[in-house]
């Protein structure tokens, strides 16, 4: 079978003699490291042993294979240069020639930005990484023309996109507005509202014809990518409606207890005085519950003892009830006017098959009412659950969190097929995210 293999691009001096490893804690045995983070081309192994003379072969030689799909590719392109510190009896940062060298980038084409994070590993600490397809569109886009993953899942397709800017008159971002996409004939394709930063995505299926994008009172000619002036006064939100959708199968035990152990904190630390919170547990058909959804509420305590009261049972097989807690937490949750609107699937099974249209109603009402879903994939999910997430993020104009094997804590965690990350705890990337979508 080929391999995917990752070699470190050096710029200047490298001073290396192991690899960090997140297994066997490997201690540093230089005081800095100086490195690049790199970014894949295809290729062979035998190309990739080529590129490397001396010292840079022996550390070459250090790096790890990666197989996805049972095709080769090699880092080979270098980005910016990035230089670490660390004391000699510490953890090894987690770059290329850590445990997980795919930290570097796990898709083929080039990635721009970030690099892996060098956190060291803390038993008990769910470990996690954030990644924006949308601010990668490019690479994305490569992923997938290049086959390395493929749409729709479950009946999302996220290829087909338009991105809109919609500014006011000073040329500042304008949240709030509402943007449609229309075919020829002028029914709706998609419908949203601007995020923070002014922006909208829009999507329509392969075969469909977009012909005219509408915004603050204009209607605009359909273009990949749009830029509007509004002339139209759009009402600020004032609060944040903050969303948990847990899956409570057997396998999600770590989650749910990091949630009962978390949750409160979460909200001192995030803060606001406009807040309000919902909690909603899903399991599958012949399980206890299928679904089981609270109204949003400012009593944290309230929400803090329907964590509490939760415990992690049931399921067995793959997929799980989805499907049905996307629609109603999306389509029949009391989401309000004024507010803000972030939601977070914990998840780690996909949807059952046939669901799709259910889930297409789901995601389309979370769009039109500016909802974003921030899919967090857990252990043992498959590639189909990546896939699905990050359509669900995609379209939704969020990030796609996944969590990793760098606490030591449950079982494995699939890689994702991704550009650079960086790895922090769950706690830290909660926290960030809905302080980033507070008004």
Same mark, same amino acid.
């Given at each position: 079978m080929k391999k995917r293999l990752f070699a470190l691009c050096m710029m200047g001096m490298v001073l290396f003699s192991g690899c960090g490893n997140n297994e066997n804690n490997a201690a540093a045995t230089a005081d800095t490291l100086t490195t690049t983070t790199c970014v #894949?081309?295809?290729?062979? =192994?035998?190309?990739?042993?080529?590129?490397? $003379?001396?010292?840079?072969?022996?550390?070459?030689?250090? /790096? *790890?294979?990666?197989?996805? *799909?049972?095709?080769?590719?090699?880092?080979d392109t270098c980005t910016s240069a990035s230089v670490v510190a660390y004391d000699s009896?510490? *953890?090894?940062?987690?770059?290329?020639?850590?445990?997980?060298? #795919?930290?570097? $980038? %796990? &898709? @083929?084409? =080039?990635?721009?930005?970030?690099?892996?994070?060098?956190?060291?590993?803390?038993?008990?600490?769910?470990?996690?990484?954030?990644y924006s397809d949308l601010d990668n569109w490019d690479f994305f886009l490569d992923l997938v023309q290049n086959q390395k993953i493929s749409f729709p899942s479950y009946g999302l397709n996220p290829t087909n996109a338009v991105s809109v800017t919609v500014t006011d008159n000073n040329q500042q971002p304008l949240a709030g507005e509402s943007v449609t996409l229309q075919d020829v004939q002028g029914s709706v394709l998609w419908e949203t509202i601007t995020d923070e930063d002014g922006k909208a995505w829009l999507f329509y299926e392969d075969g469909v014809t977009p012909a005219t994008i %509408? $915004? &603050? &009172?204009?209607?605009?000619?359909?273009?990949?990518?749009?830029?509007?002036?509004?002339?139209?006064s759009v009402q600020k939100d004032t609060g944040l409606q903050v969303m948990f959708i847990l899956d409570t199968t057997g396998s999600m035990g770590d989650e749910l207890e990091y949630l009962k152990d978390d949750f409160t904190d979460i909200v001192n630390q995030v803060g606001g005085k406009q807040m309000l919170f919902s909690a909603n547990f899903y399991r599958d058909q012949g399980d206890a519950y299928v679904t089981k959804c609270n109204p949003f509420t400012g009593n944290v305590q309230t929400v803090q003892q329907q964590f509490d009261a939760e415990s992690a049972a049931g399921g067995g097989d793959m997929p799980e009830a989805v499907a049905d807690i996307l629609y109603e937490t999306m389509v029949q949750a009391d989401w309000k006017d004024g507010y803000r609107k972030v939601a977070f699937l914990i998840f780690d099974a996909p949807?059952?098959? @046939? =669901?799709?249209?259910?889930?297409?109603? /789901?995601?389309? /009402?979370?769009?039109?009412?500016?909802?974003?879903?921030?899919?967090?994939? %857990?252990?043992? /999910?498959?590639?189909?659950?990546?896939?699905?997430?990050?359509?669900l993020a995609i379209m939704t104009n969020s990030e796609y969190v996944f969590l990793t094997d760098d606490s030591g804590v449950g079982e494995s965690h699939l890689e994702p097929i991704i550009g650079n990350y960086t790895v922090e705890s769950l706690h830290d990337i909660i926290v960030r995210l809905i302080q980033e979508y507070q008004p």
């Open positions: #894949e081309s295809a290729g062979s =192994t035998e190309g990739a042993a080529s590129m490397a $003379t001396g010292d840079d072969a022996a550390v070459m030689n250090k /790096a *790890e294979a990666y197989s996805i *799909e049972g095709e080769s590719y090699i880092a009896a510490a *953890e090894a940062p987690m770059y290329a020639a850590s445990a997980s060298a #795919e930290r570097m $980038t %796990s &898709g @083929g084409g =080039t990635q721009p930005g970030g690099r892996p994070s060098q956190q060291p590993s803390q038993s008990g600490i769910l470990t996690a990484a954030e %509408s $915004t &603050g &009172g204009q209607n605009l000619a359909y273009a990949d990518e749009v830029t509007v002036v509004s002339q139209a949807p059952h098959d @046939g =669901t799709e249209k259910q889930i297409d109603a /789901a995601v389309r /009402a979370a769009a039109a009412q500016g909802i974003h879903v921030i899919p967090v994939v %857990s252990s043992n /999910a498959e590639r189909d659950t990546e896939l699905f997430g990050r359509a």
